[in-house]
Nanobody, 126 residues
Framework: QVRLVESGGGLVQAGGSLRLSCAAS????????VGWFRQAPGKEREFVAA????????NYSDSVKGRFTISRDIRKNTVFLQMNSLKPEDTAVYYC???????????????????WGQGTQVIVSS
């Protein structure tokens, strides 16, 4: 089982940037698909971005496409979410998740993932 730890959240003004990290221990993270999800107060958890195993194909929600970038550092066993041009509506707790076995068509669905981190808070002020 992989342990996931997110970091990098914080308070930022609208238009600013943050980089979230998802570090994995207990397994080779590079063999797993990894997703970022977020949950705002009173709302359901929603998909943000995902990166596939091996070939590192990426997938983004329409709300963050062009502003957020997901990437993987193989040596550090870490996945990053670079968030630029942040908006107040990006305020949420951000979670990373790992998908151990290939499940076609499920990278945008939270039930397609096997393990989750504890989350990191992002607050974007207007």
């Amino acid at each position: 089982q992989v342990r996931l730890v997110e970091s990098g959240g914080g308070l930022v003004q609208a238009g600013g940037s943050l980089r979230l990290s998802c570090a994995a221990s207990g397994g080779n993270f590079n063999n797993y698909a990894v997703g970022w999800f977020r949950q705002a107060p009173g709302k359901e958890r929603e998909f943000v971005a995902a990166i596939s195993r091996s070939v590192s194909l990426t997938n983004y929600s329409d709300s963050v496409k062009g502003r957020f970038t997901i990437s993987r550092d193989i040596r550090k066993n870490t996945v990053f979410l670079q968030m630029n041009s942040l908006k107040p509506e990006d305020t949420a707790v951000y979670y990373c998740a790992a998908q151990y076995t290939r499940k076609p068509g499920t990278v945008t669905i939270d039930t397609g993932y096997d393990d989750w981190g504890q989350g990191t808070q992002v607050i974007v002020s207007s």
